[in-house]
């Protein structure tokens, strides 16, 4: 059985129950200011230094899916590792990492991480080498500054948060903020 993540209205759910629900008030005008004063994101990594994160509004699922699932075409990219099915529907497969310039997924890995983003009603499956989870972070916290940001990542960031570790001796956590509209669009997918 595959694990999955996905959401229901107002709260992301696993095949294994709840695991966030969006807190509301019992004054509405209280929970528009909580909501925006919250941003959320599914964080993951794309290499054992970098970390990225991508709206959840965009995230349709998030999945852990056996790699002989994805079927791969003859003469793609070799970012595009292939077609996948999922519920009835059939989703391109990408590997995230390599299309941003970062280190593939090794080819000896048996499951893949995965998110399906819908785009503008496109859908992608992006396959990542790990999935940390969903967090929620205030708006403040979010920079819009590309700066920082690794030179094959500015293209497709639109900012980046730092986040303290729990651990006081370890150091903070830079997670890039990607645009999901530029990974949909990129040139590689589309040549």
């Known amino acids: 059985m595959q694990n999955y993540l996905e959401w229901e209205g107002d709260r992301m759910v696993s095949n ?3 695991v966030s629900e ?3 008030s019992s004054q509405p005008e209280l929970a528009s200011e909580v909501r925006a004063e919250q941003l959320q994101f599914i964080e993951f990594q794309l290499d054992s230094h970098i970390f990225a994160a991508l709206e959840t509004e965009i995230v349709q699922e998030v999945l852990s899916i056996k790699a002989q ?3 791969p075409v003859p003469n793609m990219p070799s970012t595009v590792l292939g077609l996948m099915s999922r519920r009835g529907r059939v989703y391109w497969t990408i590997d995230l990492a390599m ?3 970062l280190p593939h997924l090794s080819a000896e890995v048996k499951q893949y991480e995965v998110m399906i983003l819908n785009v503008e009603n496109l859908l992608l499956a992006v396959a990542v080498p790990k999935i940390k989870g969903m967090i929620k972070v205030s708006v403040n916290l979010v920079s819009t500054s590309t700066q920082s940001c690794p030179t ?3 293209s497709y960031s639109k900012g980046s948060m730092t986040l303290h570790q729990e651990d006081q001796m370890r150091s903070p956590r830079v997670i890039y903020v990607l645009k999901a509209e530029a990974i949909a669009r990129s040139g590689i997918l589309h040549s």
């Open 22 to 24: 969006a807190k509301a």
């Open 99 to 101: 299309m941003l310039g």
């Open 69 to 71: 699932n994805v079927v």
């Open 152 to 154: 094959t990542l500015k």
């Open 16 to 18: 294994g129950g709840i």
